[in-house]
């Protein structure tokens, strides 16, 4: 390895160098120093003097006898908070006569009795400082003290609960999650006013530290799947995490599968409802999507709004998504199979047509399949990342001109268009983005077998898929449960829904502790099961 020479600049740089600069990542062990001046100027250097940490030095009571500093970042904190719960009342209010044996109880003082807030706690080294600090914490040191506390006052801008975008429904809460992650915790708690639901906080990343939240329901979770959560949750090392995307793809049991193992939300009443069923939530501050798990096959063709209508609509609402499934998958690899290989398959009268329109067409039906699959992708992408007022307007106007233009110039048939698009509408129908774009993916796999292998490399696809459907697992639990393994009572929530007088029981491979609803949770079984 090459070793650098150090420049004047450099060597100067060394000599001045901060305790936390020459103990990187023992930083926990670095002691705060008696003097205020000494702790400020590490602060400042430390933290390259940056504009929106505001270090400001005060002096204490109505005599001002007392030297303190207060350490904040602007933008994060409220400020009318701190000047209203903290300037005042130690400025002002802050009325101290100790003596030298008595100034050790200053601290003290001033954490029980005298700054109006609630959630207050000490700290005695640069790691806890800095941590806090940039987590919406306001810093107080006091001169002569090896010690300081932190106040939590967490504010600035944030955005407001609004209405879900992604998962919207006709009938059902309109709130959805924000990129707090404090407020995504109290509209969970909304939902569920237990005791019983627990929250295990975490930081991950050794440069963005994003604080993580694991939020399960004691008593009714399934104690080995929490573990595992907790343990792949403690693997992870990674510099940074800016969204609970990337949480999703190092805890995830499969990462070459193309089916989601994790399922993501951002309606509370989604989580609430996981929770109830034993699952576990993860939360990640800054993103309004919560991550569940386990997650099964089915779970994914299943919307909040399935809970909210009457159970009869809902089961064929169900049926509906699961035939768009097969549609958005299958539709264009058996269309090219059929018109390739398989003529007889077609009636007369069909085939007649279907020979007339692609009588000019120059290119195969896997081509024209292909020609327009990739035009729609093209078109759907552009519309997502186009301005909104402008983006869904030119996406289907479009795929309206594009089409029509490509059929009257020969390019493709008339029918692969309506294909085309018939598959493009039902693979909007399933409610998980994730599951849609597993669908995208799947699909060309089979154009590509119809094409070479006719129906066979349909069938045989097919087989594959639904192998490697079946050797997932989710957390430790069987991916295409209740389906395989079987479970006949399970199936009350799976295809079907029952009325909710008759989901008197919680996922039986999700929960083996307190599976019946209609008891309040408790570590121990029920009597009666």
């Known amino acids: 390895m090459q070793r650098r020479s150090k420049t004047n600049k450099e060597d100067e740089a060394d000599t001045t160098s901060t305790p936390q600069d020459n103990n990187k990542g023992t930083s926990q062990e670095i002691q705060l120093h008696p003097s205020l001046e000494e702790n400020l100027k590490s602060i400042s250097k430390a933290i390259g003097n940056s504009d929106d940490v505001v270090i400001r030095k ?7 006898c007392i030297e303190a500093g207060i350490i904040y ?3 994060i904190v409220d400020t009318k908070s701190i000047n209203d719960f903290i300037l005042e009342s130690l400025m002002i209010d802050f009325d101290y006569e100790g003596n030298s044996d008595s100034k050790r109880d200053l601290l003290d003082c001033l954490r029980d009795s005298v700054v109006a807030v609630g959630n207050i706690q000490e700290c005695k080294d640069f790691e806890k400082i800095y941590s806090s600090l940039f987590s919406g914490h306001v ?6 003290f090896t010690r300081g506390f932190t106040i939590d006052l967490s504010g600035g801008k944030d955005r407001e609960v609004a209405e879900a975008t992604q998962e919207s429904v006709v009938r059902g809460p309109r709130e959805a999650f924000t ?26 990343g050794r440069v963005t530290k994003t604080q993580v939240s694991v939020m399960y329901i004691k008593g009714i979770v399934n104690d080995k799947v929490l573990e595992e959560v907790r343990e792949r949750l403690d693997r992870i090392e990674i510099d940074g995490i800016l969204e609970s995307g990337y949480i999703e793809e190092l805890i995830e049991d499969k990462t070459f599968s193309p089916f989601p193992t994790i399922y993501n939300t951002e309606r509370p009443d989604v989580v609430a409802a996981c929770l109830l069923e034993g699952r576990v939530a993860i939360l990640v501050n800054g993103t309004p999507f919560v991550l569940v798990v386990p997650s099964l096959f089915t779970q994914f063709f299943q919307a909040a709004e399935d809970y909210y209508q009457r159970w009869d609509f809902s089961t064929l609402i169900r049926f509906l998504r699961l035939i768009c499934f097969f549609i958005a998958l299958l539709a264009p690899s058996i269309f090219i199979a059929v018109t390739t290989f398989h003529h007889e398959m077609i009636p007369t009268p069909l085939l007649i047509s279907l020979a007339s329109q692609r009588e000019g067409v120059p290119f195969p039906a896997f081509v024209e399949a292909l020609i327009m699959e990739v035009t729609f992708e093209i078109l759907r992408e552009g519309g997502i990342r186009m301005p909104r007022a402008i983006g869904q307007a030119v996406s289907i106007v479009g795929t309206l001109v594009i089409g ?26 399933v409610p998980s983005n994730n599951m849609g774009i597993s669908i995208r993916m799947i699909r060309f796999i089979f154009m590509g077998l119809a094409a070479s292998f006719g129906i066979f490399g349909i069938t045989a696809a097919f087989i594959a898929m639904i192998l490697h459907l079946c050797s997932l697992r989710s957390f430790g639990i069987p991916y295409m449960s209740p389906f395989g393994p079987f479970n006949a009572e399970d199936q009350k929530d799976s295809l079907f829904r029952f009325p909710h007088w008759g989901l008197v029981s919680r996922p039986h491979l999700m929960n083996q502790k307190n599976v019946n609803r209609e008891d309040s949770p408790s ?6 099961q």
């Open 404 to 429: 029509t233009a490509a059929v009257e110039a020969g390019i493709v048939s008339a029918a692969m268009v309506i294909v085309v698009s018939i598959t493009a509408i039902a693979s909007f129908v």
């Open 58 to 64: 005060i002096k204490l009571g109505k005599e001002g």
């Open 523 to 528: 570590p121990t079984p029920p009597e009666n």
């Open 179 to 204: 990129e707090s992650l404090r407020t995504n915790t109290a509209l969970i708690r909304r939902k569920i006013n237990d005791s019983n639901l627990w929250v295990e906080s975490k930081r991950i």
């Open 73 to 75: 970042t602007d933008g």
């Open 139 to 144: 810093i107080v040191l006091i001169n002569g």
